[in-house]
């Protein structure tokens, strides 16, 4: 009780702080000392608090505060967190294409020599379905998975829903990635719109790679042949390579959409993968010259997909294309 007390009375201080900049501009720490009768240590962890929300700036010369209008503020923390969902961005990014690489380049052939990496290799249907059984079940912070195909039977669905709803129910967080085509599906239709209500993350992509199962960060199921998946399966364990799958599949999740995403409210025009993706590192803040790179493309091509995506969204700037996004439920 007495830190909550003591939290309110530094934010009734910090705003009074606040105000007193306001109304009498920049100061020196120890003028505000005479404006506010404190102690040191409570003026200091008030101007620290205000320091985190930017409404306050030391001189770089006079060393006066000066107060910031909250909107600027606001900016500079926008401005911020892009910074480090950008950096995070080329970091997912680079781990995603190391991946994608050996994935296309070198065939997966798990056979539990590689030294120094926990591997478990099984190949009988009856013990792999087991054991997905078991190590799903157990999961206690995430599930996520890709599902390239086919087209799961109904019964395999009721089974999964069921046990995503049990997940769901200790607090699991469950994700799950389709190709785009699985929607045409009536029985796929209906198993997405009941995990979304029941609480999964379900999103489309126009290319899910590999099957791909991974329980809570720690361990990961894949192929043991990409082509052949009837072959059985490889379970990674710790490290940086079950890292670089999560990575991996963060930015398969980034760039996809949920199954209500592909059909707008308020326009007919229909927006392909590439322009859905487009909108999204725009909506991101995200620099030009990165977007290209994000996309595999040229910086002229880039400036012709804009050009494409502004006359698609009927937008006359990048903000009113943001917005109209977020109405139409692209966003």
Request: include cysteine; charged fraction near 25%; aromatic fraction near 4%.
């Amino acid at each position: 009780m007495s830190d909550e007390l003591d939290a309110q009375r530094t934010d009734a201080l910090a705003h009074q702080i606040y105000e007193t900049l306001r109304a009498g501009g920049p100061l020196p720490a120890d003028q505000l000392r005479s404006c506010v009768p404190v102690s040191t240590e409570r003026l200091s962890t008030a101007l620290n608090d205000l320091r985190t929300l930017r409404v306050v700036k030391p001189g770089m010369q006079d060393r006066k505060i000066t107060a910031v209008p909250t909107g600027a503020a606001l900016k500079e923390l926008l401005r911020e967190q892009r910074e480090r969902l950008c950096t995070a961005l080329d970091d997912m990014l680079r781990r995603s294409d190391t991946v994608d690489r050996l994935l296309t380049d070198y065939p997966l052939q798990c056979n539990g020599e590689l030294t120094g990496l926990p591997m478990t290799v099984l190949t009988e249907r009856d013990e792999i379905d087991q054991f997905l059984t078991d190590l799903t079940e157990t999961a206690v912070s995430t599930l996520e998975s890709m599902h390239p195909g086919p087209l799961p039977l109904a019964e395999k669905l009721s089974a999964s829903l069921a046990k995503d709803r049990r997940l769901l129910s200790r607090g699991v967080m469950v994700r799950s990635l389709y190709p785009t085509s699985f929607p045409s599906a009536t029985r796929l239709r209906r198993y997405f719109q009941d995990a979304a209500e029941a609480g999964s993350g379900i999103r489309l992509s126009s290319h899910v790679p590999v099957d791909l199962l991974i329980v809570d960060r720690q361990a990961v199921v894949l192929p043991l042949d990409v082509a052949n998946p009837g072959m059985g399966i490889c379970i990674l364990r710790g490290g940086a390579v079950v890292q670089s799958f999560v990575s991996f599949f963060e930015c398969f999740w980034m760039l996809a959409t949920p199954p209500s995403a592909g059909t707008p409210r308020q326009t007919g025009q229909q927006l392909n993968d590439q322009q859905q993706a487009l909108l999204k590192l725009l909506a991101g803040g995200m620099k030009d010259e990165r977007i290209a790179r994000v996309l595999g493309v040229s910086p002229r091509t880039l400036s012709r997909l804009i050009s494409e995506l502004m006359i698609a969204v009927e937008a006359d700037s990048r903000f009113q294309a943001g917005v109209k996004a977020v109405q139409c439920g692209w966003l």
